[in-house]
């Protein structure tokens, strides 16, 4: 059983435990079918996210930029591509996490551009990549996640506590199988990024971000810059850096999905 498999099973038998419905957890879907990829652009509708010194609000350029990254993903045809959010609008977080899961997505990546927190050094710029811990790596990865988790105080996955010891760990494998799959897609981004873009400092950190808290879907939320540093800023505005930037990402993408952790897969696997 590969990883993919084992997680896929794992999160048909455990859904049970938090309200999927047994039809839905028994589902199948054909092997030979692509993989799906969930974009997330960041904020929308009555929430701007950050904004610039030169006014460039955050949702205008993740939204742009997850346009642009669905078609060079779509053009290279590994996979199937879903946005959270096609126009300006606002999305809780809790349904774009269900979102993911409501397509059994291989991959869910969230997309952002944010502006350096209060008392933090102006300077900061470059682009960066966050998997989910509920112990942030560093300051600035805790309050860019509160910040991020703020956009919706009512947002969360809120999963029923699982009572069964069984259930308990399968929850658990599962999630064990999540971050390990969300760490090697980071790890993936990052070398993409080296060399061609400016890269915060540690470029791979650690959050709780509350949009990367599916258990059964590996996640990445990627920051393409800080709105906050004029030169990030002005490079963000510009159509052909975001779609070198999403170029980047594609490669990412592809490379995580032709590994052994998806490869082929995408039906739920019985117990071997």
């Known amino acids: 059983m590969t990883d993919m498999h084992r997680r896929a099973w794992l999160a048909a ?9 047994p039809a839905a957890a028994q589902r199948r879907r054909p092997a030979t079918r692509l993989p799906v990829v969930v974009l997330d652009p960041g904020h929308g509708g009555a929430d701007p996210g950050a904004i610039g010194p030169g006014g460039t609000q955050e949702k205008r350029i993740t939204l742009a930029l997850a346009i642009e990254l669905r078609r ?6 590994r996979c199937r591509v879903v946005l959270t959010r096609g126009r300006d609008v606002f999305v809780p977080l809790g349904r774009r996490v269900q979102v993911a899961r409501d397509q059994e997505a291989a991959l869910l990546v969230s997309l952002h551009a944010d502006a350096a927190p209060p008392g933090q050094a102006s300077g900061l710029r470059g682009a960066s990549v966050y998997t989910l811990s509920e ?3 560093d300051a600035l990865a805790a309050a860019l996640a509160r910040r991020e988790n703020l956009a919706d105080r009512a947002g969360g996955l809120r999963l ?4 069964p010891e069984v259930q308990r760990i399968l929850l658990s494998l599962m999630r064990q199988e999540t971050h390990a ?3 090697r897609v980071a790890r993936l981004t990052v070398n993409a990024l080296e060399g061609d873009f400016a890269l915060l400092n540690q470029p791979h950190r650690r959050a709780g971000f509350v949009v990367l808290k599916a258990p059964d ?9 800080f709105l906050s540093h004029p030169r990030d800023e002005s490079l963000l505005n510009t159509p052909a850096h975001r779609a070198r930037l999403a170029r ?6 592809n490379r995580y999905l032709a590994g ?9 696997a019985a117990p071997v």
């Open 13 to 21: 038998m455990a859904g049970l435990a938090w309200g999927a419905s």
């Open 248 to 253: 980047a990402l594609a490669g990412a993408i």
């Open 260 to 268: 052994p952790r998806v490869a082929g897969v995408e039906a739920l």
């Open 135 to 137: 112990d942030a790596s």
């Open 72 to 77: 060079q993903l779509l053009a290279g045809g």
């Open 217 to 225: 879907v590996p996640a990445v939320l990627v920051e393409g810059g």
């Open 160 to 163: 029923p506590s699982v009572s």
């Open 181 to 183: 799959a969300s760490t």
